[in-house]
Each structure stands twice: as structure tokens, then as C-alpha cells.
């Protein structure tokens, strides 16, 4: 069912009113009704506050502040990135599925479950953009939009799903060095860095050692969370293997709902079964590579027809 377009009026007397978009910010909004659903449910409970926005220290960054009670919560979002369409898209989508998340565990768990976490956490995110997504080309066939989006996705898997396992090796070494009685310095961890991203990248990526060397730094709020960069990789392996099930009739809606209520009252891998997909096997990790793989496919045939 459509629902009626968030107009500039409405979205600066709303929660998210201190997120100044533009028109065509908005405008990506609203040809989504995953997207629009979600801000109008978070606008409407009384669950959650107001969005703020973070400090200018932290802008660039989109991260949601967990709520420990039925009573509060609030969504913190980077302030550079949310003027352009993209930016608002990719931040809104991402943390729209945290906002659910904690909405139906705190609507349906008591105190003492009414948190979830990180490894859970990151696949509802991700299930929000993925599903907005795929919506977004079925909504709108114009190629240069489809390029548009099929850009977030490709920066997005970049981000989870090749930077995040890099960054979960360059981790696991540091604090092995540290268990061996080994200095650490800022040279030593700008080569390990860049060996593990040439590595990955391989021989046909120019390479500027210099510049790669240093991506851990940019990273420094994950990495002071030990060992929590590996579950963005775990997060959108099980967020596009469960959307990719839904979207083709395979999966179930209630099933993933049924996830999102469970909270920590359930272990993490426990709840995602529930929801349909078994992070301790590879086989999220291989649907989403095929997910990845159609990003492509739909790259090149959009380039063929343009010749």
C-alpha cells in the first residue's frame, strides 16, 4: 500500500527535525515505503526520543545509541553525511534497523532482555538496507538512479564485507603481538595493516601502502570495542541471506520478526536460526557473495544498454 509522501514541513516538526535534508534528500525517502514505514512507526511510538545528531568530533559517523529500558532511546547520526541523497539514504536505512530492533525487543522483553547484542545487531541494520534496497530498483527503473544505488551497495559491501575481515586479521595479530611480549608502534601497525589490505585487494589494485597503512586509525571507535569488526562481515552475511530468502518467497517474515522481539533472551546464533539463517555454517557467507555477484550483474547490463 502507498502511503502519502514526508513532506519538508513534516520532517522538520518530527524526531528527526534536527537532520536538516534537502528536497532531494527527501525525495529518495519517499520512493521507498520500507523507509517511509519505518521513520513513520519510529515518529509515532512513544518507545523512542528524538534523534540528535552526534558531536562535530564524531560527524561522519552513523551509530545508534542502545536503549536499556522500554522508556528511551535515540538514534545519533553523523552530520556530514546526511546532505546528500545517498548519505541520508544509507544512514537512515542502516539505523532505522537498529531503531526497529530495540522496538520490538523492548515492546516484547522484559528489562533484563531488553538489549541484544553486537553479533545480532548488525544483521538488522543491514536487513533494513538490503530490503530498502532492493525495493528502491524495483521502484525505479531509470538507469542512472539504478547507478545510484547500485553505488551505495557496492561502497556498503566494500565497507562490511571486505574492509571490516581485514580490520577483524589486523586485530587478532595486534593483540597476539601483545600476548608475545611485543612492542607495538604506529610504523608496525601501519605495515601490518597494509600487508593484510594488499593481500586482500590483490596484484591488479594500484596500491598506495602509505594511505591503506593507516585505515585502522579511521576505525579507532570499533577497535577500542575488542573483537567487534568481524560481526559487520557476520551482520550483512545473515541480514542479505535472510532478505534474500524473504524477497524470493523463501523466507519468513514472522520468523524475522520473531528475531527481532527475542532481545539477548535468546544466544545471538540461537535467535538467528529462528529468524532462518545458520551463522555457523558458510552458507549466508555464500548467498550473499551471489547477492553481491547480481550487484554486479546489474552493473554490467546496465552499462551494456548504454553502450
Not at 527527501?26 to 513513520?40: C, P, Q, V, Y
Not at 542512472?144 to 553505488?151: D, P, R
Not at 595486534?174 to 612492542?183: D, L, P
Request: aromatic content about 12%; some cysteine; overall charge negative.
Amino acid at each position: 500500500m502507498t502511503t502519502s509522501a514526508i513532506t519538508l514541513a513534516e520532517w522538520n516538526a518530527s524526531k528527526f527535525s534536527e537532520i536538516r535534508v534537502t528536497q532531494a534528500a527527501l525525495d529518495l525517502i519517499n520512493k521507498s515505503e520500507i523507509l517511509k514505514g519505518d521513520i513513520r512507526a519510529y515518529q509515532a511510538s512513544n518507545a523512542f526520543s528524538a534523534v540528535l545528531l552526534t558531536t562535530p568530533a564524531l560527524a561522519g559517523s552513523g551509530f545508534y545509541d542502545l536503549p536499556t529500558t522500554t522508556a528511551g532511546g535515540k538514534v545519533s547520526i553523523g552530520i556530514n553525511r546526511v546532505s546528500t541523497p545517498e548519505g541520508t539514504f544509507n544512514i537512515l536505512a542502516h539505523e532505522l534497523g537498529h531503531s526497529m530492533h530495540t522496538y520490538y525487543t523492548a515492546q516484547n522483553q522484559p528489562a533484563v532482555y531488553a538489549d541484544y547484542g553486537l553479533f545480532a545487531a548488525e544483521v538488522a541494520s543491514n536487513f533494513d538496507q538490503a530490503m530498502v534496497r532492493e525495493h528502491l530498483f524495483q521502484k525505479n527503473p531509470d538507469p542512472e538512479f539504478q547507478l545510484a544505488v547500485l553505488e551505495e551497495a557496492f561502497s556498503n559491501f566494500h565497507r562490511y564485507f571486505f574492509v571490516m575481515p581485514t580490520l577483524a586479521r589486523f586485530e587478532l595479530e595486534v593483540h597476539e603481538r601483545v600476548e608475545r611480549g611485543e612492542s607495538l608502534t604506529a610504523d608496525g601497525m601501519n605495515a601490518l595493516c597494509a600487508e593484510l589490505f594488499k593481500e586482500g585487494y590483490g596484484p591488479e589494485v594500484e596500491f598506495d601502502a602509505e594511505r591503506i597503512g593507516s585505515v585502522w586509525m579511521k576505525f579507532s571507535t570499533h577497535l577500542y570495542s575488542n573483537f567487534y569488526v568481524y560481526q559487520y562481515a557476520t551482520g550483512i552475511s545473515g541480514a542479505h541471506a535472510l532478505a534474500h530468502g524473504i524477497l524470493r518467497g523463501r523466507g519468513s517474515v514472522t520468523n524475522y520478526l520473531e528475531f527481532l522481539k527475542a532481545g539477548s533472551s535468546l544466544y545471538p546464533l540461537e535467535a538467528l536460526k529462528m529468524a532462518g539463517v545458520d551463522l555457523s555454517t558458510p552458507d549466508a557467507v555464500i548467498a550473499t557473495f551471489e547477492v553481491l555477484k547480481g550487484y554486479v550483474d546489474r552493473l554490467e547490463a546496465i552499462l551494456e544498454a548504454r553502450g
